[in-house]
């Protein structure tokens, strides 16, 4: 399929995409093999055509992971245009937790699909994702064992470095932040401040939960049930609600991440990364500045690296959407999407 009705399939345009139940798509369960023990992935194909060309999907922080039904319809999108989508289901990730490594886990992941010839016949994929998912998924494709075998990637609203992020998240206005981001930033940085505090981490789950479309979200029944500690309850509402108790308590705290915000500077961990990139923002992204993919276009960019960077009205925080006094932007984002498929091995 030519790469600009590709790009336009993925972004939404064109013939609607094809359930998996219908005969000629398809939706499996393989297992991928990792130091942490067997790891759920999603294969989602179209069963009529070459499916020599493979991407992998990170599904970003979303409590039903790889079978997020958001996620399965950019799976899917994909999928129509010919292409071999793989979802891993990364556990930290569909916690709601921000855990520096499972970059490695990706790599172990990358490296796993890309030996077996029935899975990635050539041995090279295309990697895509969003937002923090984004970063770690680039971290990942950056190692030297693993950097070669990425033919491209297509990344949206990629958190860069995580200072700038949690120092956003914690202290922006609130009309100017989104809070499922700060819940998350919460849920991460919480622990390392205050220690292990279960009925906190509960709270704040269940308050991210509530901001999410009622099929992305799982069944929380015997969460709701458990009796809650008073003290960490107010704590949760104080969090939540007060911005100076966030920032003194949180970012005031900062020594006891700054492990975090290291691991978690992209830029730092690209030293072998090469394939062509295309970076797409927002550029009234609520969770992560579009000023993090121009630092990145223009790290990348000093290394040699082929890139392409759009920051338009037409994405919010890892999807597209097509306002009218946007599509003047259109055709710009279409070809920096079908560049992405060009690259694809």
């Known amino acids: 399929m030519k790469p600009v009705l590709s790009a336009l399939k993925l972004l939404g345009f064109g013939s609607r995409t094809r359930r998996s139940s219908e005969p000629n798509s398809d939706q499996k369960v393989v297992s991928l093999n990792s130091s942490r023990g067997p790891i759920k992935c999603l294969v989602i194909e179209r069963l009529d055509v070459d499916r020599s060309k493979v991407v992998m999907l990170g599904h970003g922080l979303v409590p039903l992971g790889a ?16 292409v071999r989508v793989l979802i891993p289901h990364i556990p930290n990730v569909a916690a709601l937790r921000i855990v520096a490594k499972d970059a490695d886990l990706i790599a172990e992941l990358i490296h796993a699909v890309t030996e077996d010839p029935e899975l990635c016949p050539s041995g090279r994929l ?10 770690l998924c680039l971290a990942a494709s950056g190692k030297p064992n693993t950097a070669h075998r990425i033919s491209a990637s297509l990344m949206v609203g990629t958190c860069t470095e995580a200072k700038s992020l949690f120092q956003f998240l914690m202290g922006g206005a609130e009309k100017a932040v989104d809070p499922y981001g700060r819940l998350i930033a919460l849920r991460t940085l919480a622990p390392r401040v205050y220690g292990a505090q279960d009925d906190l981490d509960r709270f704040l789950y269940l308050a991210a939960l509530e901001l999410l ?6 069944d929380t029944s015997e969460l709701t049930k458990l009796p809650a500690a008073s003290d960490q309850k107010e704590l949760f509402e104080r969090l939540c609600s007060d911005t100076d108790f966030r920032v003194k308590e949180i970012l005031g705290s900062s020594d006891s991440f700054q492990d975090l915000i290291e691991e978690l500077d992209v830029a730092s961990h690209l030293g072998s990364y090469r394939a062509p990139t295309t970076l797409l923002h927002g550029n009234n992204d609520k969770v992560v500045s579009p000023e993090q993919s121009r630092i990145l276009y223009k790290h990348l960019k000093s290394k040699g690296v082929h890139c392409r960077l759009v920051v338009s009205p037409l994405i919010t925080h890892g999807q597209a959407h097509f306002p ?13 999407v079908a560049y992405f498929f060009r690259n694809l091995d």
Do not use: C, Q, W, Y
């Not at 295309?126 to 970063?135: N, T």
């Not at 479309?213 to 799982?218: G, Q």
């Not at 009218?324 to 920096?336: E, H, I, T």
């Open 126 to 135: 295309g990697m895509m994702s969003a937002s923090l998912s984004a970063g």
């Open 213 to 218: 479309p009622a099929e992305a979200i799982p």
């Open 324 to 336: 009218l006094a946007g599509l003047v932007g259109l055709p710009r984002l279409v070809n920096s």
């Open 67 to 82: 079978e997020d039904p958001r996620v399965l319809g950019i799976a899917h999108r994909m999928a129509s245009t010919g």
